[in-house]
């Protein structure tokens, strides 16, 4: 089974600060089709989860461009480049290339 | 485009519960489905997937051999039937469309106890 790790579990950012979670995966994510199939998601407090990017980099529709994201292979990392007071919540990184695994979630919180 | 989970409640250890997830506002038929789970205070667990015609289904470990998913695209439905339930699978369970999980419902909350 693949292994999702991400860091940190919990951050603390001033608005407008940019802030960056990593997720290593404990198997290549890179698929024989050329696709690295990670996916970010967040999950604000009391509601679902919410698809943020697809495909390791895609943002996926109507998620504001302050979020990106990159990495290759089995590291990867979800960029704020400037964080608001919306953005807080549990980040989740997820691999869908051998069935699906969850990181842990980093809780990000407003300093 | 909408997914509303439903059927979920309190049940003892060894019980069973169906739950169902209506989609509403896209083409159903057309994609692949998948059941999460979320125990109280705990990350996301992926549950279950099946592809659009339901040729393919696949489970996490800790449910194979009791749940068992199933849809019905002329009903826009998904199903989850859960067999054999234990403490462990209390939690609230989201069905999210398609390989990217790119909608989520709202969830519905199943205790085992």
């Known amino acids: 089974d693949i292994v999702m790790t991400q860091t940190p579990l919990s951050l603390s950012v001033t608005p407008g600060q940019p802030a960056s979670i990593s997720c290593k995966s404990s198997?290549?994510?890179?698929?024989?089709?050329?696709?690295?199939?990670l996916y970010w998601y967040l999950q604000k407090p009391g509601q679902s989860p919410q698809l943020l990017i697809y495909?390791?980099?895609s943002r996926f529709s109507g998620v504001p461009d302050r979020f990106s994201g990159s990495g290759s292979g089995t590291d990867f990392t979800l960029k704020i480049s400037r964080v608001e007071a919306e953005d807080v919540g549990v980040y989740y990184c997820m691999q869908g290339i051998h069935l699906y695994t969850f990181g842990q979630g980093t809780k990000l919180e407003i300093k | 485009v909408q997914l509303v989970e439903s059927g979920g409640g309190l049940v003892k250890p060894g019980g069973s519960l169906r739950l169902s997830c209506a989609a509403s506002?896209?083409?159903?038929?057309?994609?692949?489905m998948n059941w999460v789970r979320q125990a109280p205070g705990k990350g996301l667990e992926w549950v279950s997937s099946i592809s659009s015609s339901s040729s393919y289904i696949y489970y996490a470990d800790s449910v194979k051999g009791r749940f068992t998913i199933s849809r019905d695209n002329a009903k826009n439905s998904l199903y989850l039937q859960m067999n054999s339930l234990r403490a462990e699978d209390t939690a609230v369970y989201y069905c999210?469309?398609?390989?990217?999980?790119?909608?989520w419902g709202q969830g519905t909350m199943v205790t085992v106890s």
């Open positions: 506002g896209f083409s159903f038929s057309s994609y692949s």
């Open positions: 495909e390791v980099s």
């Open positions: 999210a469309t398609a390989k990217a999980f790119d909608i």
């Open positions: 198997q290549s994510l890179l698929h024989s089709d050329g696709q690295a199939y």
